[in-house]
């Protein structure tokens, strides 16, 4: 009996199972788990100067209720004075409507009643 994809098979198993320690062993290091030293940090501080911010990979500016507290817009750096809650950067876009004719169509703010 000939298994013509018994290569390609025994890879993918062995790419699943080494995929899987891995995530297991990644897990413990966010959790801080066995053999972690810190927890997993997403967020940088720039101190260079005299206003000292915080920014996270989410898309924030300062520390708002976090634990640890980092500074949010300090100054004097070092001082403990935060200037800022929270902050964050917003993007919008108008989008025109067209109906079968191609004319614009509008939202009204407040449509009649009827």
């Known amino acids: 009996m000939k298994f013509p994809n018994l290569k390609i098979t025994a890879t993918l198993i062995f790419l699943l199972g080494a995929t899987i320690i891995l995530a297991l062993s990644y897990d413990g290091y966010q959790d801080g788990g066995a053999g972690a030293t810190k927890k997993f940090d997403t967020s940088g501080v720039h101190n260079f100067g005299n206003i000292w911010l915080r920014v996270s990979n989410y898309g924030f500016f300062g520390s708002g209720e976090t634990e640890p507290t980092w500074p949010s817009l ?9 200037y800022l809650y929270l902050g964050g950067l917003w993007f919008g876009a108008k989008k025109i409507r067209r109906d079968e004719l191609g004319r614009k169509m509008y939202w009204l703010h407040d449509p009649p009643e009827g």
Not at 74 to 82: F, Q
């Open 74 to 82: 300090e100054y004097p750096g070092g001082s403990g004075i935060d």
